[in-house]
């Protein structure tokens, strides 16, 4: 697109890839279409603590920074677990700007 040479992906993928929000909205819109065949691990983002709530099974990994490899992984197997998490939580989002991205592990 940058000198009149042409890309590869569409500016819809471009789009798509620019924000997580877009992205996820994106991959559940094809899950939903096509459902066995487009299978997805249940995913959640938070920008803070305080939109923190978990949904899906457990146990879930939660993965804290904006990167591909992040900040840091933690495994929460139950509830009580997760609550410890948040407590913590709390403390670090207090006082940086990183997003939680928490993903329902398939097997142990």
Do not use: W
Request: aromatic letters at 12%; glycine letters at 6%; zero cysteines.
């Amino acid at each position: 697109m940058f000198a009149g040479v042409p890309g590869v992906n569409s500016p819809k993928a471009i789009f798509n890839f620019s924000e997580k929000a877009v992205l996820q909205a994106e991959l559940n819109r094809l899950h939903r279409e096509h459902k066995d065949k487009f299978l997805m691990v249940p995913q959640s983002y938070f920008s803070s603590h305080k939109e923190f709530f978990y949904s899906h099974k457990y146990p879930a990994v939660l993965k804290l920074g904006t990167a591909h490899a992040g900040l840091g992984k933690i495994k929460a197997h139950d509830e009580k677990q997760l609550d410890d998490v948040r407590n913590v939580l709390v403390i670090y989002f207090s006082v940086s700007r990183f997003d939680l991205g928490i993903r329902n592990t398939l097997a142990e």
